[in-house]
Nanobody, 124 residues
Framework: QVQLSESGGGLVQAGGSLTLSCRAS????????VGWFRQGPKKEHELLAA????????FYSDSVKGRFTIFRHNVASALELQMNSLKPEDTAVYYC?????????????????WGQGTQVTVSS
């Protein structure tokens, strides 16, 4: 059974940093593209960052480009989202997701597996 589990959320002041982690199990991690999403007040899933199976190709949304970095560790079946220069508008529930794909899926509906989410709150 495939499982994704996030950790590392919390409360941080504006301008601060957090690193989210996601541990995967029940899959051959290197066969999967992975992504980090967040769900804000409007309840839509916004793709923030994604990586292909190797980590050599990545995607960042304009809202986080230059502030967030995605890392994947295939041996450990894990990925991280390093978040710097956090803003109050980054407050949301953050999810990791995976899809068995060589390319990077860019929409939430393309991802097959999701973690339970972790809350990030940025105070002003």
């Amino acid at each position: 059974q495939v499982q994704l589990s996030e950790s590392g959320g919390g409360l941080v002041q504006a301008g601060g940093s957090l690193t989210l982690s996601c541990r995967a199990s029940g899959l051959v991690f290197s066969d999967y593209a992975v992504g980090w999403f967040r769900q804000g007040p409007k309840k839509e899933h916004e793709l923030l960052a994604a990586s292909d199976w190797s980590g050599s190709s990545t995607f960042y949304s304009d809202s986080v480009k230059g502030r967030f970095t995605i890392f994947r560790h295939n041996v450990a079946s894990a990925l991280e989202l390093q978040m710097n220069s956090l803003k109050p508008e980054d407050t949301a529930v953050y999810y990791c997701a995976a899809r068995a794909s060589r390319r990077i899926p860019l929409t939430a509906s393309e991802y097959d597996w999701w973690g339970q989410g972790t809350q990030v709150t940025v105070s002003s």
